[in-house]
């Protein structure tokens, strides 16, 4: 099956400090990529769709300067948070789109990263 | 637009009883709906899906889940309940008639605890 490895599984570290968390599709290729970010004991949040090769689609209310985007290949995007404060502290969840297509899974998550900035 | 509702934060249930959790949708066309469960510290692994077709659908643990149309809801079952089944549960839909790349939109999540 269609495996997301999300890479590191946790950070923590001082304020002002940019953090990237990697998102990797490893027996398949995903020109499309969603990350979401997820409050305590709340459900995900769409941050931004990456596709490969072209520009990130930021949902409303998401700063593409604060939390940059890379999908630089077919099977690798990253999500870098630049200069972090405490508020950004949060379990960050990417995910793949199916490769076949929306009769399977229509997405396949990595198992998320835990960002404490202190 | 779409959107999911579990109207329970947290469900309770003794292990060996029978377990419920509850969703309803709203899309403007045809639904894909999703049951995803969530361990701490990890992401969502899916557990089951409605496309077409039955409408009680099984899925991954024991869980299923019953499609219905005219309630617009997708509740999750379990005949009966393991303390491993605790976790957070996600229902998710996608609008067939969406072609926005897969986009699922989540439910509020529910906290299902099994006590012993």
């Known amino acids: 099956g269609a495996v997301v490895s999300q890479h590191p599984s946790r950070v923590i570290c001082k304020s002002g400090t940019s953090v990237k968390i990697e998102c990797r599709s490893l027996?398949?290729?995903?020109?499309?990529m969603f990350w979401y970010r997820q409050f305590p004991k709340q459900s995900l949040m769409l941050m931004a769709t990456?596709?490969?090769?072209?520009?990130?689609?930021?949902e409303q209310g998401v700063e593409k300067d604060k939390f940059l985007i890379n999908h630089a290949s077919l099977t690798l995007s990253t999500l870098t948070v630049t200069s972090a404060h405490p508020e950004d502290s949060s379990f960050y969840i990417c995910?793949?789109?199916?490769?076949?297509?929306?009769?399977?899974?229509?997405?396949?998550f990595g198992d998320g990263t835990r960002l404490s900035i202190l | 637009a779409q959107s999911v509702a579990q109207p329970e934060d947290q469900v309770n249930v003794a292990e060996g009883n029978p377990l419920t959790v509850k969703c309803t949708y709203s899309?403007?066309?045809?639904?894909?709906l999703f049951w995803y469960v969530q361990y701490p510290n990890r992401g969502l692994q899916f557990l089951l899906k409605?496309?077409?077709?039955?409408?009680l659908v099984k899925g991954s643990y024991g869980f299923e889940a019953e499609f219905n149309k005219s309630q617009t809801s997708f509740h999750l079952k379990k005949p009966s309940a393991l303390v491993s089944d605790s976790a957070l549960y996600f229902c998710?839909?996608?609008?067939?008639?969406?072609?926005?790349?897969?986009?699922?939109?989540f439910g509020g999540g529910t906290r299902l605890m099994v006590k012993p």
């Open positions: 998710a839909v996608r609008d067939m008639n969406n072609n926005a790349g897969n986009m699922l939109t």
């Open positions: 409605y496309i077409t077709g039955d409408n």
């Open positions: 027996d398949f290729q995903a020109t499309t």
């Open positions: 990456s596709n490969e090769g072209s520009k990130a689609t930021y």
């Open positions: 995910s793949a789109r199916d490769p076949w297509g929306v009769s399977n899974q229509p997405q396949h």
């Open positions: 899309v403007s066309g045809n639904p894909y």
